[in-house]
C-alpha cells in the first residue's frame, strides 16, 4: 500500500507519500490550493498535478479553505474520479494541523471515516 499526506495550502501543495512500513518514498511540491478563493475543482487540479503521476492508495489531504462538509466532498469526490482512489479523506488545513504538532517534520496524516 502506498499512502500519501497531503498539506494543500494557499501558497503551496505539499505531498508526503509513504509505503506500508511508513517510510517516505517520494516528496513532491506544487502551486497553492484554496478550495475557498480558487474553487473546489482547482484545488483538485493542483493536488493532482503536485502527485506527479502517483496513484496512492490512500490519501489524506489538509486543505485550505475546506470549511464546509459541501466543499470537502467535492473535492474527495474530484480525488477519487481523477486519480481512482477510493481511500480519501479531506479536511480543513487548519484542522489537519493542529491535530500534530512535529517541529516541522513531515507528517503523513491519515484519518478514518
Do not use: H, K, Q, W
Given at each position: 500500500m502506498i499512502y500519501a499526506g497531503i498539506d494543500a495550502g494557499g501558497t503551496k501543495v505539499r505531498v508526503?507519500?509513504?509505503?506500508?512500513?511508513?517510510?517516505?518514498?517520494?516528496h513532491r511540491e506544487g502551486p497553492g490550493a484554496n478550495a475557498l478563493t480558487d474553487?473546489?475543482?482547482?484545488?483538485?487540479?493542483?493536488?493532482?498535478?503536485?502527485?506527479?503521476?502517483l496513484r496512492p492508495d490512500a490519501i489524506a489531504v489538509g486543505?485550505?479553505?475546506a470549511w464546509s462538509l459541501l466543499v470537502s466532498r467535492r473535492v474527495t469526490t474530484g480525488l477519487r474520479?481523477?486519480?481512482?482512489?477510493?481511500?480519501?479523506?479531506?479536511?480543513?488545513?487548519?484542522?489537519?494541523?493542529?491535530?500534530?504538532?512535529?517541529?516541522?517534520?513531515?507528517?503523513?496524516?491519515?484519518?478514518?471515516?
Open positions: 508526503a507519500v509513504a509505503d506500508g512500513r511508513g517510510r517516505l518514498v517520494a474553487g473546489p475543482d482547482a484545488a483538485v487540479e493542483r493536488i493532482v498535478d503536485a502527485l506527479s503521476g486543505l485550505a479553505g474520479a481523477a486519480l481512482g482512489t477510493r481511500r480519501v479523506v479531506v479536511r480543513n488545513d487548519a484542522v489537519a494541523n493542529n491535530l500534530n504538532a512535529n517541529g516541522g517534520e513531515y507528517v503523513a496524516y491519515v484519518f478514518s471515516n
